[in-house]
């Protein structure tokens, strides 16, 4: 019956302080389950986008001389390969090539083989490049040239593309450093009837089986990744060595892991902050009514209960705050989603919350400190008396400094599983701590030695006060401190999350503007720069060269650039440039015509020094002098390893028509860029290979492609402002709430509201300005070592941290909005009669 009372009084006569304490459990609750579920649906769309994006899951390739019997799993079809020595037509032919032999019904069963670009898919098709090379079109007579075979004419029906060229063409059962370079130039698709004919039985004749799976798999890439590369080796053993699986899906897959584990690598980032901001939160809500509850619980044993019955009331409100915190807080995060098996888990979380935040002080609310600063020599909490937010700002740094490689994804060799190495983040944890202690070392002194400054903030609002005030505030050191502390840990939670959410943004960007050159990008076109200008959507057009050359035996990619405009043109970064910026390595281009910009790679393999002389044979033989002037590590469409960059002048006149052709990158004027990229095939016609940043952002970009940022910004920054407002406006508003009989008995001794307000007003500005500096400051120092620790997430890495002014400014305005309500709500309180404030007492 008591603890029915008990309840039923909290309810009706205390349900401010119970609503609170519950709503720092919802957020302790929301956030892991709003960030779990968000997890479990990002990695549930990584394994479909891989699974997506893979034309042919498994090419099953017979061994030499072996023929395989054992049934194919999911759906196959045969495919035959051969090779040629050319292809020609009146006055035009082609080198060596690849001759496919399919199945009528392959284009159904495998869609994203091939793309048909004009004609019909009915008999011979050729590929794009190789038409282009040809002239060739629908309708076209092709003679096949064979090795000690008369030549065959062959009828074009169609010309395809051929978007997963790389891994149509592999060496099944190669490693990935015996694949080649680049797919064939010339390949030619005919039916499988007329394809034997032609080519079966001849020394390069290959059999594959091209299989798609069922794709009935777990929604974790990295349990799809097991099971697909587990049935992968079981069908090799089952062939007893007739036959090689080459595991496409498997190493879409594999990458899809790693993407998988950076996003729970976000999710540890964002949720245990917050959480322990939640707990502080809770605490400092739950350790604010502890006078009243002293007098609460003294009343009631001088009426006989027992420590039973205290305990029985404790674990009652305990739990009363818990279930409604758990209740609201899991109705938030069900706005993101199904919340599954991750609600149980949150739940669980936010008992343990409401354990040790609540608990305790309903079991001994005597125990708890009330507000007033200790007396005695060393006033300092025992966390800041021995200097722990120096040892451990300290020990992060140290960490920080020793681990230069910041690998957070391992894979170790010869394995199938990977794994986080969450030591990583102990630099940045440290550091977290390390600068929240620290902020409430600051905050302690600017209230004690430091409380002149206090005054002199107090000065304008005191009107000769000030060092009244300053007394005041500096009596209630200890709350006053740990209110600032929590305000500024919020601020610096959403600072720190949305900087790191908008630098990523801005790499995601960057990486797909790398890989695709611009917003469109042109190749295998005899048009002209002023006829792409002159297309739609066009505002500008930069030409760059791409050939190949040889640095001794190593062929690699080769470009030329006008020094004058590509900085802006392909927007270069200077993270491309290291030991550099994009300008200044632009600039040694443009000083001297022979300068070269080379791969570490390659400076490290030959030994160059700036100034060194290098010998570039062309492809046709012709020899190249250039001169060694810097490092680039990346490039606009160039490759991931080694490649060169020249000017694009001085190519035309050492090697005119032999270093290669022409690309253009075409900037848009605002219009979409697939939209541009459509007119562009529409006026340039199948042979011209058009790309755009569009579809470009849709199927590359750094590590956390897959993973939708919006959607995590939207919970981060929700969360956060929540954090924020509550962070900044609950613990002064509590506080005031504390205070009331002071400020009721100042009115008694004649104090004006006016100065009532100078005490008020002082405080609310203190936290603000306290919040907004220290905050600011904190979060800005978290943000760099985190993109730092993170880099793995970033490719290329960052020139600069991308500021998220709109976040700051939403930030800014919802704190000065709870400051100010705050202070208006306890300016209302302490205008109220005294008597009826004491009589409520």
Not at 528 to 538: D, I, K, T, W, Y
Not at 803 to 817: E, F, S, Y
Request: one cysteine or more; hydrophobic letters at 50%.
């Amino acid at each position: 019956m008591l603890t029915w009372l008990w309840l039923r009084g909290l309810l009706t006569r205390r349900p401010t302080r119970l609503a609170l304490a519950a709503m720092g459990i919802a957020l302790a609750v929301a956030l892991p389950a709003a960030l779990g579920t968000f997890l479990a649906s990002a990695k549930a769309t990584m394994t479909a986008r891989s699974t997506g994006r893979v034309a042919v899951d498994w090419q099953v390739e017979a061994q030499p001389g072996a023929t395989i019997t054992t049934p194919m799993p999911g759906t196959s079809r045969t495919v035959e390969f051969g090779t040629f020595d050319g292809l020609s037509v009146p006055s035009m032919d082609t080198g060596p090539g690849r001759a496919l032999g399919v199945t009528a019904d392959y284009t159904r069963v495998f869609p994203g083989q091939m793309r048909l670009l004009a004609g019909d898919m009915t008999g011979a098709l050729l590929a794009q490049q190789t038409a282009a090379n040809l002239h060739a079109q629908p309708g076209t007579t092709v003679s096949v040239h064979r090795r000690g075979q008369p030549d065959a004419p062959v009828k074009v029906s169609g010309i395809v593309e051929l978007p997963q060229a790389d891994a149509l063409f592999q060496r099944v059962g190669a490693p990935a450093g015996a694949q080649p370079q680049a797919p064939p130039d010339n390949v030619l698709i005919l039916p499988a009837a007329r394809w034997r004919p032609l080519f079966a039985g001849g020394p390069t004749a290959r059999t594959q089986y091209h299989v798609r799976l069922d794709h009935h798999l777990p929604s974790d890439p990295a349990a799809a990744y097991v099971k697909v590369t587990g049935a992968a080796r079981n069908l090799e053993a089952r062939m007893a060595g007739t036959g090689l699986v080459g595991d496409n899906l498997g190493a879409a897959l594999d990458a899809a892991r790693q993407d998988a584990l950076y996003s729970q690598l976000l999710f540890v980032f964002l949720g245990v902050p917050g959480v322990v901001l939640a707990v502080l939160l809770t605490a400092s809500v739950a350790r604010s009514g502890a006078v009243r509850r002293a007098a609460e619980q003294a009343l009631l044993r001088a009426r006989g209960a027992t420590p039973a019955a205290f305990l029985r009331l404790a674990l009652a409100e305990t739990l009363l705050a818990w279930a409604v915190g758990t209740i609201a807080g899991l109705g938030l995060a069900a706005l993101t989603g199904p919340i599954g098996t991750w609600g149980l888990v949150s739940a669980a979380l936010g008992l343990m919350v409401t354990g040790v935040t609540v608990l305790p002080p309903a079991l001994r609310p005597g125990s708890v400190v009330t507000g007033r600063a200790p007396v005695g020599p060393d006033r300092r909490p025992v966390v800041l008396r021995y200097w722990l937010d120096l040892v451990l700002v300290a020990a992060s740094l140290i960490l920080f400094s020793l681990d230069t490689g910041h690998q957070l994804v391992l894979v170790p060799e010869g394995l199938t599983q990977i794994s986080v190495d969450y030591w990583a983040f102990a630099a940045p944890a440290l550091l977290w701590a390390g600068l929240g202690l620290l902020i409430w070392r600051l905050v302690l002194l600017l209230l004690g030695p430091g409380r002149r400054l206090v005054a002199r903030l107090a000065a304008p609002l005191a009107s000769g006060l000030g060092g009244t005030v300053a007394a005041s505030i500096a009596r209630q050191a200890r709350p006053v401190g740990r209110g600032v502390t929590t305000a500024a840990l919020a601020v610096a939670f959403v600072l720190t999350t949305a900087t790191f959410n908008a630098t990523y943004q801005q790499q995601a960007d960057v990486d797909a503007v790398l890989t695709n050159g611009a917003d469109v990008t042109v190749t295998r076109t005899n048009a002209s720069e002023h006829q792409l200008s002159a297309v739609p959507g066009v505002s500008a057009v930069e030409p760059l060269q791409h050939g190949f050359a040889y640095v001794g035996s190593d062929l690699q990619d080769l470009y030329g650039l006008r020094a004058g405009t590509v900085v802006s043109a392909a927007r270069l970064q200077d993270a491309y440039f290291p030991g550099d910026t994009a300008t200044g390595a632009v600039a040694k281009l443009a000083a001297r015509p022979d300068a070269l910009l080379v791969s570490q790679e390659t400076v490290t393999d030959f030994q160059l020094k700036p100034g060194d002389l290098v010998r570039l044979r062309s492809q046709d033989g012709h020899i190249v002098p250039f001169h060694y002037a810097g490092i680039v590590a990346e490039f606009p469409t160039a490759p991931r390893d080694s490649f060169l960059v020249a000017n694009a002048s001085y190519l035309a006149t050492a090697c005119p028509g032999s270093c290669g052709s022409t690309t253009f990158l075409i900037s848009t004027d605002g219009t979409a860029p697939h939209v541009v990229a459509s007119r562009m095939r529409a006026r340039l016609g199948p042979d011209a290979g058009v790309s755009d940043l569009d579809t470009t952002r849709r199927v590359v970009g750094s590590s956390l492609t897959a993973v939708d940022l919006s959607g995590l910004s939207a919970i981060e920054l929700g969360y956060g402002l929540a954090l924020v407002v509550a962070a900044t406006g609950l613990p002064l508003v509590l506080g005031f709430a504390e205070r009331r009989r002071t400020f009721a008995l100042a009115r008694v001794l004649g104090a004006r509201p006016r100065q009532l307000g100078a005490f008020i007003w002082t405080e609310v500005a203190l936290v603000g300005i306290g919040a907004a500096v220290l905050g600011t400051a904190a979060g800005w120092a978290l943000a760099r070592m985190l993109v730092v620790v993170l880099n793995g997430v970033f490719d290329p890495p960052p020139d600069h941290l991308a500021v998220p002014w709109g976040h700051l400014a939403t930030l800014a305005g919802l704190c000065l909005v709870v400051l100010t309500a705050a202070g208006v709500i306890a300016l209302r309180a302490a205008r109220r009669p005294p008597l009826t404030v004491l009589r409520d007492l």
